[in-house]
C-alpha cells in the first residue's frame, strides 16, 4: 500500500522505476518506424504492456482510429496507478499538471471544431482521452454547436467566466486565441495555486508557462492580434519586457530576441519552416523536447521526489505520442525518413 506520509517517495519510486524499464528505447521506435503497416505494429504492441488495451478496444480492428484510442486509454490507466502511488498532498498538483491539461487541450479541440464546422466523428478522433470523472463532460460538450453554446455548456467551472469574458475580442478578431488564452490563464492560476515554494516543480512550471507565451506572442504576429491580452506572468526565463520586445520585433527576428534564452534556437528553426510551409508544428515539437529536459534533470537530483513522476509521465505521453504519429503515417505511406523528422 502507498505510504499516508507527506513526502515519502520511496513507495512511488519503486513503482515508477519499474515502468522506466518498460519504456520503448530507440532500436524498438526504429523498428515501428521501418514497419510495412499498422498490423504489424499492432503485433508488436501486443506483446508489451500495451496489449491489455489494444485487447479491450481493437476487438481485431487493425484501424488507426480505434488504435489510437488504445493508446491514449493506456496513459490514462498508467497515470491513474502513479497518482495513487504518491503522497496524498501532492496528488493535486499532479492532476493540475497533466490531467488538467488534457481537459484544457480537448476544450481547445472542441472550440477549434465548431469554429470550423467540423464533423463531430472527425472531432472525437482528435479529443485526447480524459480521466473518467472528466469524459462525460468532455463528450457533451463536444455535442455544442455555437461557441455561445459550448460556453454556456461549462457550467459552473472556472472556464465558463474566463471564456465568458473573451467573447467579444473572439467575435471582434474572428479568431480563437483570445477563447484559448482564457483557457490557459485559468490553468495557469491552478498551477500557481499548487507549485508555490516548491523549488524544481515551480521551475517546470514557469517554462511552461515561457512557452505558452512564445506560442501567443508568434500566432497574435501572425494573426495581427495585439499580443498584450495574450501573455502571463510568471515564465522562467521570459519577463513581459523580453516578450514585449519579441512582439514587436519582425517575425523573422522573434528567434534572435530570446536567442540568449534556452528557446531561441527553437524558435529560429521553427519560425524558418513556418515560411516554407504555413505551419508551427515543428514549434510545438522543439519547445517541447526543451521542456521535457527540465524534470528530467531535477529528478537526477532528487529522485524520491514528484519529479521523478512527472518525468516518467513525460517520457510516456512522449512515447505514445511518437507511436500515435507513426501509425498516423502508415495509414497514409509516408515513407520512414518523413516519419521521423516528426517525432518529438
Partial sequence: MPPGKEGDYAYAYGVVCGKYSRLFDHRVMENFIEARGIPEIIASLEATEYEKDIRDDLAGKATTGPLEFALKKHFMRVYDELVAAIPEGDRGLLDAIIPEELNVRNLKIILRAIHSNMPHERLMRMVEVSRKDDAEFIRTLSECKSIEEFISGLGDTPYHDALSDRLEAYKKFRNLLPLETALDKVLIEKWRSYVAGKGEIENFVGARIDIINIKKVIKCRIYNIPHQDHVFDGGLHLSKTTLNHMASADIDQMGDVIGHTIYGKAVKESIE???????????????????????????????????????????????IKNLITVIICKGYNIPPREIKELMV
Fill in 273 to 319: 519552416e513556418y515560411k516554407k510551409t504555413g505551419s508551427l508544428m515543428h514549434l510545438e515539437v522543439g519547445l517541447e523536447k526543451i521542456i521535457m529536459g527540465i524534470p528530467e534533470n531535477a529528478s537526477r537530483f532528487k529522485p524520491l521526489s514528484i519529479n521523478s513522476i512527472i518525468n516518467f509521465l513525460n517520457l510516456k505521453e512522449k512515447e
